[in-house]
């Protein structure tokens, strides 16, 4: 690599820590306004940069990819998941694709826990009573959720962020259960008291909360579908912190409106930004706007960890997360 600057143009506003240390370092051009970029922008983009750094707005399919300059180099996702980024198309140009992994981890399971404890004590239900000054006293009977101590948490996805997500269920007396391509070794079983389920239907219909923490790929589109939604136990609890389109949300509204199960705590959504509207205003539901990395500590650390790949790239190393299809 010439040891002159890297053209690095960024998507969107990163932390300002971030965006100035990425000017010094490299001719980065920064987006000040802040609002994803249209096609036509990032077409123009991938003709100017040897550097992207996209997030999860941006869609970087086949036909960009194929389109962009020489002169781009390298894509380095400020995230984790990368399936917004056709990683086979860029091997294919022979250009890298990074993401940043682990720094997101503990932030996403301590959202997803809070989602476990928000639908199953009905907190955000209780707060709205309040703030609308509905609450007239203490009743034995009235705004009784589900105890979460003993309860059967099936994980989908035994990740970084699935077994960080286990521990904090283990502190709460939850029984751990999970569903992975192949299990985990028996040390991490033995720390989490977990168990493993190599069915994923035979996991979910014992469950008393679902969480999914898998990413999304061919294979795992749609994985909760309308029959695999209908083997939920009707006391059961679904949680996602992880892709939207893991679930066919026409099928979970229908679900939800049928009471088909206890509720249903989401983070992200199949047609983001969009939301279905039958999971809008339910009760039942808890929809959060994709909080899962959103502490000023992670965003500043995947900040970081572009700067990082980049930079290692810059000085003619391999960067340490290089994302390969084999990976996925």
């Known amino acids: 690599m010439s040891s002159s600057k890297l053209k ?7 932390p300002d820590a971030v965006e100035t240390r990425m000017r010094e370092l490299f001719d980065a051009e920064l987006n000040l306004k802040d609002r994803p970029m249209d096609r036509a922008a990032l077409e123009a983009a991938v003709q100017r940069a040897d550097v992207l750094v ?3 707005t941006d869609e970087i399919d086949a036909a960009l990819i194929n389109g962009a300059g020489e002169q781009l180099k390298m894509i380095a996702n400020f995230g984790a998941g990368v399936d917004h980024i056709d990683i086979d198309a860029a091997v294919a140009r022979g250009i890298i694709v990074t993401n940043t992994p682990g720094v997101l981890t503990e932030d996403t399971a301590d959202l997803a826990m809070s989602l476990i404890l928000a639908v199953s004590r009905r907190i955000v239900e209780g707060a709205q009573v309040v703030a609308e000054g509905r609450f007239e006293g203490w009743t034995p009977t009235w705004m009784c959720g589900r105890k979460l101590w003993g309860k059967r948490l099936g994980i989908v996805g035994m990740g970084r962020i699935g077994q960080a997500l286990a521990r904090r269920a283990k502190a709460f007396g939850m029984q751990v ?8 070794s028996p040390r991490i079983e033995e720390e989490l008291g977990a168990t493993w389920w190599d069915d994923l239907d035979e996991m979910i219909a014992r469950m008393d909360v679902i969480s999914l923490n898998c990413p999304a790929t061919k294979d795992t589109h749609h994985l909760l579908s309308a029959e695999r939604l209908a083997r939920l136990q009707p006391h059961a609890i679904l949680i996602n912190t992880a892709r939207g389109e893991l679930i066919d949300e026409a099928a979970l509204a229908d679900a939800v ?4 199960l206890y509720g249903v705590g989401l983070d992200v959504f199949e047609n983001e930004p969009a939301i279905h509207p039958g999971l809008i205003g339910n009760p039942h ?3 959060l706007p994709h909080l899962g990395s959103a502490t000023l500590e992670a965003r500043q650390d995947m900040g970081d960890r572009v700067i990082l ?11 340490p997360d290089r994302v390969i299809p084999a990976m996925l």
Not at 177 to 184: E, G, I, L, P, S
Not at 309 to 319: A, D, E
């Open 8 to 14: 690095v143009v960024l998507t969107r506003r990163l």
């Open 54 to 56: 996209p997030t999860i």
């Open 177 to 184: 259960h999970y569903h992975n391509r192949k299990a985990v």
């Open 257 to 260: 409106a049928r009471r088909s």
């Open 285 to 287: 539901v808890v929809l």
């Open 309 to 319: 790949n980049v930079m290692t790239y810059q000085n003619g190393h391999r960067p």
